[in-house]
């Protein structure tokens, strides 16, 4: 089984600031299964990036995703009040598929 | 609108069983292949298990800690998904999503879990 080991555990960045977000994998994913999500508290996952780099409907384009084989990355390129919240790796390329990394929460310094 | 409604939660003793429901609309249910996800109190998201549509085989696959007590069922005509808990342990408590998977080819493409429902809780205590 595939074990996605997601870092920092904790994020402390202001407004304005640049996030970098890792998630690193126990064996290679291919990059077409390997999506990221955003949590915030209360609600439901909500699907940001698929196939390691394509944004979802309606994410803006200061979420990126990039990596490959064992390495990925979610960057907020700005951070904006509404992305202080907790972020997750998916990957779905190995059985058991859908499997998740443990998440980084993202704060206000 | 699309939109996924989940029901059924509550409390359940160690051992007991429970049936979760989630009301699909706004898409073609039948096509979808649908998943379950369930987060522990102040937990990460643990995938819990999947039903791929009638026509790619309606086969189910589940995570290693609910295989043989969990069960995963749809009813097309309802628009309706279902998971069957038995057996449930006091580490099955959870806020418990349903969610699609935006897949084709059978899953050789996948475009992520990209509608959730509201998720329903299930606490199992004695």
């Known amino acids: 089984e595939i074990v996605l080991t997601q870092s920092p555990g904790t994020l402390s960045l202001s407004p304005g600031e640049r996030a970098t977000l890792s998630c690193r994998a126990s064996q290679s994913v291919s990059s077409s299964y390997l999506a990221w999500y955003q949590q915030k508290p209360g609600q439901a996952p909500r699907l940001l990036i698929y196939?390691?780099?394509s944004r979802a409907t309606g994410i803006p384009d200061r979420f990126s995703g990039s990596g490959s084989g064992t390495d990925f990355t979610l960057t907020i390129s700005r951070l904006e009040p509404e992305d202080f919240a907790v972020y997750y790796c998916?990957?779905?390329?190995?059985?058991?598929?859908?499997?998740f990394g443990q998440g980084t929460k993202l704060e206000i310094k | 609108e699309v939109q996924l409604v989940e029901s059924g939660g509550g409390l359940v003793k160690p051992g007991g069983s429970l049936r979760l429901s989630c009301a699909a609309s706004?898409?073609?249910?039948?096509?979808?292949?649908m998943s379950w996800v369930r987060q522990a109190p102040g937990k990460g998201l643990e995938w819990v298990g999947r039903i791929k549509s009638k026509t790619d085989g309606g086969t189910t696959d589940y995570a290693a800690p609910v295989k043989g007590r969990f069960t995963i069922s749809r009813d097309d005509s309802k628009n309706t998904l279902y998971l069957q808990m038995n057996s449930l342990k006091t580490e099955d408590t959870a806020v418990y999503y349903c969610t699609t998977e935006d897949t084709a080819m059978e899953g050789y493409y996948y475009y992520g879990m990209d509608v959730w429902g509201q998720g329903t809780t299930v606490t199992v205590s004695s």
């Open positions: 196939g390691a780099s």
């Open positions: 998916q990957q779905y390329g190995s059985s058991p598929r859908g499997t």
């Open positions: 706004g898409f073609t249910f039948s096509n979808a292949w």
